[in-house]
């Protein structure tokens, strides 16, 4: 399992007027690792399956409907973040703000909420592509909740894919739970008056050190219930997380969780003349930043578990 984290503070300053810290993705073009992770890797991995044609063929549409989704949901946590810095530059340059007196004139709209609906939309997509292809390759394969007992049935092949899998339900019982607030409201209508989804807005704060820029929080729901893997109830704070930092958490889960799922079950099946190999973080291509490439057999013949090399 690899997890990856970008770098994505920035420190503004504002002539002592206005001060505070957004934070930015990094869009990487071409040479992306959504591209190669969802992309590149589990199409050359499917070459060398022994799946009939037919059966790859069904493989390859779930794989692009996975791959054009991931990109989907990479750019609207880009597009967000992008969003909060056009926010930001505008009240900067007076362009969106100004104060008469003690009243703040906020004079653009902020983006940022259907922003996180789109995540959230993008993110349920995902997880529902990689289990139909799962299904594909595995047709007993169960229901997200019983996923663990089955993958640790075959140590040899899904042992890394089980550690994924327990180390991201937490975040994916979460996702879950956002996106059903965000098209349904409160599931067990716990509150009197009907809410729906929202953030906080931007807002400005005068501090000794000037006036602080604050980026949006959960505001419905600001917590939400969850199953966990042993079957019993457990909530989750949003409080206390910007809304960028809680969908950097999760892109990260999906993106784990998604891509082991598409690739353990094409390297289980890979034909006997070809072995996996786990290319080391240190010697990615920068170019594409692919985790498993697959080379001719040796004796004895590496397994999926081996260490990096």
């Known amino acids: ?4 984290k970008i770098n994505l503070e920035d420190k503004v300053s504002m002539k002592g007027e206005i001060s ?19 992309w590149v890797q589990p199409f050359r991995i499917l070459e060398r399956t022994t799946f009939s044609d037919e059966q790859k063929g069904k493989i390859q549409k779930v794989l692009n409907q996975l791959a054009e989704d991931m990109l989907s ?6 597009s ?33 909420k259907k922003l996180v609906e789109n995540f959230y939309f993008h993110a349920e997509l995902c997880k529902r592509d990689v289990y139909r292809l799962l299904k594909l390759i ?47 409201g409160d599931p067990d209508k716990k509150n009197k008056i009907e809410e729906d989804f929202d953030i906080t807005d931007i807002y400005l704060e005068e501090t000794e050190k000037g006036t602080a820029f604050h980026q949006p929080y959960f505001n419905y729901p600001n917590e939400v219930t969850i199953t966990d893997l042993n079957g019993s109830k457990k909530n989750i704070s949003l409080e206390k997380i910007t809304v960028i930092d809680l969908l950097d958490k999760h892109f990260w889960a999906i993106f784990n969780v998604c891509e082991n799922l598409s690739t ?6 890979l034909s006997s003349d070809w072995q996996p190999r786990c290319i080391a973080m240190s010697n990615y291509d920068p170019k594409c930043p692919v985790q498993w490439i697959v080379e001719p057999s ?6 999926v578990n081996h260490p990096p090399t």
Not at 158 to 181: A, C, S, W
């Open 138 to 184: 595995e047709p007993d394969c169960p229901n997200w909740p019983n996923m663990k007992k089955f993958f640790s049935k075959d140590p040899i092949n899904y042992r890394r894919l089980e550690g994924v899998f327990i180390t991201q339900y937490e975040d994916l019982g979460v996702i879950r739970e956002i996106r059903g607030y965000i098209e349904h």
């Open 264 to 269: 353990f079950p094409l390297i289980k099946h």
């Open 73 to 78: 949901l990479r750019d609207d946590i880009m």
């Open 1 to 4: 399992m690899t997890h990856h």
């Open 80 to 112: 967000y973040s992008k969003e909060v810095k056009r926010y930001f530059e505008g009240v900067k340059s007076g362009d969106f703000y100004e104060r008469k007196g003690n009243i703040e004139y906020f004079k653009e709209v902020f983006h940022g």
């Open 20 to 38: 505070g810290t957004y934070r930015k993705v990094i869009d990487v073009g071409t040479e992306d690792i959504v591209i190669a992770r969802f």
């Open 298 to 303: 040796q004796t004895p013949r590496r397994t």
